[in-house]
Each structure stands twice: as C-alpha cells, then as structure tokens.
C-alpha cells in the first residue's frame, strides 16, 4: 500500500478559459493504481443554459494524456431540464466503436463521447470512470436518487497503457469566453455546484478527498468566487451576472432518457439515437 501526499497532487486544466480549480486524490492506495472512480457532482443552483463546464481530470499510466468526466447544463427542452454528460480522453491512439463518441478532443487527438439525458437538477450525479477489461475504459452517469445509470460512451487506449493514477484535478469552464476577445468579467454569469469527495471500488483504495478549490486566470478575484465546505465536499459559488433559467420544473422527479422520437445530441451534431446501445436511454444495474 502507498500513501499519497495530496500536496503535490499536480493541477493541469486543459481548456484555456477554466476558472476555477481544485486538487483531488486518495490516501490509500494498491501499487497497480485505481480500475474505477466515482466522481460525485450536483448542479441544483446551476443556471438551464449552455456555458458552463465541472469536470474530473484522471491521469492514467504509462500514457503521455489522459482525460476528463464532466456535466454541462443545457437549455429546457420541452419544458424540461436537460443534463449533458462528457467523457474524454485526449491520449493520441485511443479507439472507440461506440455510438456516443468520436475521434478527437478539443481539437486535438483521442476520443469524445457525450450523452444529453432529460433530468433533475436536484439530483447528485455519480460520474463513474470504470476499467471495462484490459485498455478498455467506460463512462457512466448515475443518478444517486434514482438509480437511473446512463452509459456516456466506451473507449479503449493502446496496449502499453496502466490503470488510472490516485490524484489529479479538476476544474470548472465557461466555455463561452473561448473566444477571440477571451473574457467579459463583469458579464460572468452566476453558477454554483456542489463537488462531493471521490471515491473507488478498487481493493485497497480509500481515503478519497477533495482539496479547497481555487479560482485563477483573467477574472481572478473579479467575480464573486466563494467556497462552502458541506459534509463530504466543497459547494462553490461564482459569477456576477444572473443565467437565464435559474429553476427546473418542480414535477421533474428523475432522469428518464429522451422520448423515442426525440432527437440526442452529441457535441454540436444532432443524432439519432441509438437504442439497442443504451444511447439515452436509462438502464438500472
């Protein structure tokens, strides 16, 4: 067993508009590395509007990149809230046959897959990073309340690569100043999520925690960023400007996948979905 020093666990964003930060990691460890983690999010005062991005960085061994597991909230569609899931890897030789992804991330190499499902803002999400079998990883989004699992997407990375290391970051984005002017910080708009302590399945590992976020980049010190220690994780509040949609229905209970003639989307395409694939579609495991 290793025990892990959490403060020299290495933050590294990959998007060039994140605006705030944390470290995460665990204390106990097997010397193989972790086959899964569960990330925990909740966006119940979260804006129903696109910008923003929460995402879990994980590293793995033996490969030069690894990836990233996320929600961004969405516009109401139909009178109901809209969650959109993320499930990334950016390490140049990665594989997937799965209807929910692609190749490339953010213009670059590896593979994206993303999943938009009907569901409750209220509710914790259990965003789950598992090994499959050997090189091959899989994403999945679990409501905590319902039980409701939703598969984001299935990739596979080459053959030298490890399991996942104990400690990276995260971070939060508003996407939306990835532009050529970059940032308006008086028109940052409002957002507050709450990021509970990781945890894992894998034999030997314990100890999860995440460490106090910290705001940084152009709007440093510039938009109202406030952290809230809760029981098991942080609640970070951030921004100026109030979102567009700042409540979901009272009678949206649960996460319940897209009707069958609606549509799904991936990325900035619409698709059809797939349902023999579970592609927005609510299993229960």
């Given amino acids: 067993m ?7 666990a290495a933050f590294a964003p990959y998007l060039a508009h994140a605006t705030v930060g944390w470290n995460w990691g665990f204390f106990q460890v097997p010397p193989d590395g972790l086959d899964h983690i569960v990330f925990p999010m909740q966006m119940t005062q979260v804006g ?3 910008g923003y991005y929460f995402a879990q960085q994980f590293d793995f061994t033996n490969t030069e990149h690894g990836g990233y597991i996320g929600l961004q909230p969405r516009p109401q569609r139909d009178g109901r809230s809209v969650i959109h899931a993320v499930f990334s890897t950016f390490q140049g030789g990665s594989r997937s046959n799965h209807p929910n992804c692609h190749y490339g991330a953010d213009n670059g190499p590896g593979v994206s897959c993303a999943l938009e499902i009907y569901g409750s803002y209220d509710h914790v999400y259990h965003m789950t990073v598992e090994k499959i079998e050997g090189t091959t990883w899989r994403g999945l989004m679990v409501d905590a309340v319902t ?3 939703f598969e984001i997407g299935v990739w596979s990375l080459p053959n030298s690569s490890g399991n996942m290391k104990p400690f990276l970051g995260g971070f939060i984005e508003y996407y939306t100043w990835n532009r050529a002017q970059g940032p308006d910080c008086p028109r940052q708009t409002k957002t507050n999520v709450t990021l509970f302590n990781p945890s894992s399945k894998t034999p030997g590992a314990s100890g999860g ?3 106090e976020p910290f705001d940084y980049g152009d ?6 960023f406030e952290v809230l220690n809760v029981k098991g994780g942080r609640n970070i509040a951030y921004g100026i400007a109030e979102p567009a949609v700042t409540t979901q229905n009272a009678e949206e209970l649960d996460a319940t996948g897209f009707p069958d003639d609606g549509l799904m989307f991936r990325d900035n395409c619409i698709v059809e979905p797939d349902w023999r694939r579970g592609f927005g579609v609510a299993s229960y495991m």
């Fill in 2 to 8: 290793t025990k892990l020093s959490l403060l020299v």
């Fill in 209 to 211: 925690i995440l460490l």
């Fill in 147 to 149: 039980g409701g699992t």
């Fill in 219 to 224: 709007c440093e010190g510039q938009v109202n």
């Fill in 48 to 50: 129903h509007e696109a």
